[in-house]
């Protein structure tokens, strides 16, 4: 349903849809999960509080929490079919790759959660999907580095499950360190919703012809894929560590400053937010917190990455266009230090933004009002023409 409405400060937009999930102020840097700051959540709530809260649109009470939390652990596994299926993939295939096939084949699996029309089907569909996404992500993970897969544990926690799952061998007893845990959990709820950025765009727009949960869900991994997306994670650590010393920080800030130079400063910049991301400040207090107890606080990355924070926000060039660093500047470093390979950076954007794109799938549908997403253009080829055989061009 397109609509226009305006906003401070004062300007208009053609919106894609209503909502009433997630709000962002751009200019204040302010971003509301169901009205609550991302903060607050960050600092007292956990990931899948916050799932609860995005699906259902309040906090739940201690008893319902508990029953949801019972219902996503006991989801965890996934059809032992679908072990084979990995199999089909070069073991160097990137866990995005890997990721899209992986969760678009759900829908040959799950046939009893794929009639949309069904609101216990839709119900059960977005669960398995919350629920599966870690032990996907992990497998995709193991079966790069020739590893065997790890099933889930339902003695862990959320993000407890997937780190074990990632980093745990049959042979050894792998112990959780409750600190990673707790950074984990703090990255999937950083990273949850985000109102309509082109990955949920992308999913609402599968969702609008009817296509099962799984199939959009995994367009909206595709999407995500992408560099100027959810890809820049993986991008900003690799161009920190092209730039390497802070000494070098001038050239790389000449350079994104250039217009005939593609080069963009990764992790900087955003469609929406013309102030911080306020997601970018926990995710660097964040950053300090874990390298600190990891015992890396000197890690010469997370140095220069906030020399280049300091000197481009002292940069004319980026305040007088609004340039700040989001959600993607220092998750990669935590990432890193935690023990994750840059391929893995995004997967784990996936996982934490599927309850974001679930969320919003399950509200384009119960809008009565939903049409099939097709939009227009402007169209700027050629006026109508008659055809001209070959011999005569
Ligand atoms: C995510 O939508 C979401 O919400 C996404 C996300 C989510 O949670 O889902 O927040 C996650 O995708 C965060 C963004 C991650 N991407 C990156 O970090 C890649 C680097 N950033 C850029 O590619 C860029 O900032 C974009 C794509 C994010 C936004 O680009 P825009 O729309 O061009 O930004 P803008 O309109 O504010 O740009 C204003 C100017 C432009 O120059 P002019 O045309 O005015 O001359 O600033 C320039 C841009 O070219 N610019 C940059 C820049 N980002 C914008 N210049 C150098 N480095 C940058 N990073």
Redesign the pocket.
């Known amino acids: 349903q397109a609509g226009v409405f305006t906003y401070d400060p004062g300007f208009t937009s053609t919106a894609s849809c209503d909502s009433t999930i997630t709000y962002i102020d751009g200019e204040l840097g302010e971003l509301l999960h169901r009205g609550y700051p991302i903060d607050q959540l960050a600092a007292k709530s956990h990931y899948l509080e916050v799932c609860y809260l995005l699906l259902y649109g309040e906090l739940p009470t201690a008893k319902d929490l508990e029953k949801f939390e019972t219902t996503i652990t006991r989801h965890t596994m996934i059809h032992e079919q679908m072990h084979y299926f990995f199999r089909g993939f070069r073991r160097d295939a990137h866990p995005m790759a890997t990721m899209v096939g992986v969760v678009g084949a759900m829908s040959a699996f799950y046939h009893d959660s794929t009639d949309i029309s069904d609101p216990h089907q839709r119900e059960i569909a977005s669960h398995r999907l919350i629920a599966k996404m870690p032990t996907i992500a992990a497998m995709a993970y193991k079966y790069s580095i020739g590893q065997p897969f790890m099933y889930p544990r339902n003695d862990l926690d959320y993000a407890a499950n997937f780190l074990q799952m990632c980093f745990a061998v049959p042979a050894e007893t792998y112990h959780v360190d409750p600190i990673l845990a707790r950074a984990m959990d703090r990255i999937f709820t950083l990273?949850a919703d985000?109102?309509q950025?082109?990955s949920t765009s992308t999913v609402r727009l599968a969702s609008s012809s009817g296509a099962n949960p799984f199939a959009c869900i995994a367009a909206g991994i595709a999407c995500l894929w992408g560099p100027?997306?959810?890809g820049?994670n993986q991008a900003?650590l690799e161009m920190l560590k092209e730039i390497g010393t802070p000494d070098r920080i001038p050239e790389f800030i000449a350079r994104?400053k250039d217009?005939n130079d593609p080069f963009?400063?990764?992790?900087?910049?955003?469609?929406?937010y013309k102030n911080f991301d306020p997601r970018a400040t926990v995710m660097k207090q964040s950053a300090d917190e874990v390298l600190d107890l990891l015992g890396v606080e000197n890690n010469p990355i997370l140095a220069t990455a906030k020399e280049l924070e300091r000197a481009a926000l002292a940069d004319d060039y980026f305040a007088e266009?609004k340039?700040f660093p989001?959600?993607?500047f220092y998750s990669g470093i935590i990432l890193e230090a935690m023990g994750f390979p840059t391929s893995m950076f995004t997967p784990i954007f996936a996982v934490s933004r599927t309850v974001g794109w679930v969320s919003q799938w399950k509200e384009q549908l119960a809008d009565p009002q939903h049409k099939i997403g097709r939009p227009r253009q402007l169209y700027l080829g050629s006026t109508a023409r008659d055809y001209v055989d070959i011999e005569n061009r």
């Open positions: 990273h985000h109102e950025n082109a100027a997306h959810g820049a900003c994104a217009k963009r400063l990764m992790g900087f910049g955003h469609r929406v266009k340039l989001n959600v993607d």
